[in-house]
């Protein structure tokens, strides 16, 4: 049987959350590769290093111009994933990911530029001007969301008039936020990428548990620390969701995720139910949603859930287009036998790209 651990955290808040994702969250088809690469989707955009403040903190991005940009064009805000994860989507787990960076490649060929940004805790922002074990919470989270939002605004090649945020996994929840969110012009429209769809502690119980019961299956992990482990991530949310203390100690894979240190962000975000704030979206605001049907973290019923707070009130701009035989980053992943398993060597879905140009087109004019 594992020890148990206390919920010190290893490092800072945001990475002891990656220790946990990394250990029982990530998708199949991870890690780093050997081969020569698959080709990146879209077109190599001219791209410039910029940083912004967001409070006290400054953060460092990337502004990416379609290499024939003539005249003011749309902007699009792209929001990482969970975790500590760079601007351009990758983390300790996925390194070679690249789920941000391929977005901007697939905008850059429709004519759009884009903002990818290091959030608190990654890549050149770091923690910024807080102590590695600061805790940071939604609404700085948020604050940067509104912050790089303001500076993609003020780039003299974009169109403020027609800005867009595409929001990636936990992304897609600050992406739903934006409009109430950002100064300025509200976004002319949303891509959410395999969006959750449940409330968050749902999903990572979810996660969890479908992860624990695999391991269990292939004789990974025994019956007895199988349910050890659920039970201290069930245990941890009910503490959590009645505002109590979470527990002291707690199965080493969970402890840095439900740690006191995580806490407050996990209550902040678990509070908002992904299907009411699409509810209550602006009517005006078209979407789009992407799912990769081979996608390990975000389930289709989860989608569904989410479509129908999107649809309700008979909102109209909507689309969903789900990606046959791609995985969590939207990259072509297949589970037979000698397939291709690093994220490096299997390439971003094709269809990613028809689908937002066509969205894009509909959503800026």
Sequence with gaps: ????????????????????????????????????????PGAEPVERDVSFRSGPDTLHGTFALPPDADGPVPGVLIISGSGPTDRDGNGEGRPDADTNLNFARVLARAGAASLRY?????????????????AVGFDDF?????????????????????????????????????????????????????PPGNRYMDLIDR?????????????????????????DTRLAIARLRADEEPPSEMAPTVAPLFGEQNAEFLREIDALDPKEMAEELPGETPALVLWGTE??????????????????????????????????VFREYDDSPGAVIPDAERPFADEVAPAVESFLDEATG
């Design 1 to 40: 049987m594992p020890s148990r651990s206390s919920a010190a955290p290893p490092s800072s808040p945001v990475r002891a959350a990656a220790v946990a994702a990394a250990a029982v969250l990530l998708a199949a088809g991870c890690g780093p590769g050997g081969g020569a690469g698959a080709a990146p």
């Design 118 to 134: 290091d959030k608190l805790g990654s890549g050149e922002t770091g923690m910024g001007s807080r102590g590695e074990e600061e």
């Design 142 to 194: 948020e604050a940067q969301m509104a912050a790089a939002y303001t500076e993609l605004a003020e780039q003299p090649e974009v169109d403020p008039s027609r800005l867009l945020v595409l929001g990636h996994s936990e992304g897609a929840l600050f992406a739903l936020r934006s409009p109430g969110a950002v100064e300025g012009p509200a976004p002319a429209g949303l891509v959410l990428a395999a």
């Design 207 to 231: 996660q969890i548990t479908d992860q624990t019961r695999r391991a269990e299956s292939m004789g990974a992990m025994t019956a007895s620390d199988a349910e050890e482990l659920l039970s």
């Design 295 to 328: 996608d390990s973290q975000v389930q289709g019923a989860e989608v569904d859930r989410l479509m129908e707070g999107l649809e309700s009130g008979g909102r109209t701009g909507v689309e969903r287009v789900d990606i046959k035989g791609a995985d969590h």
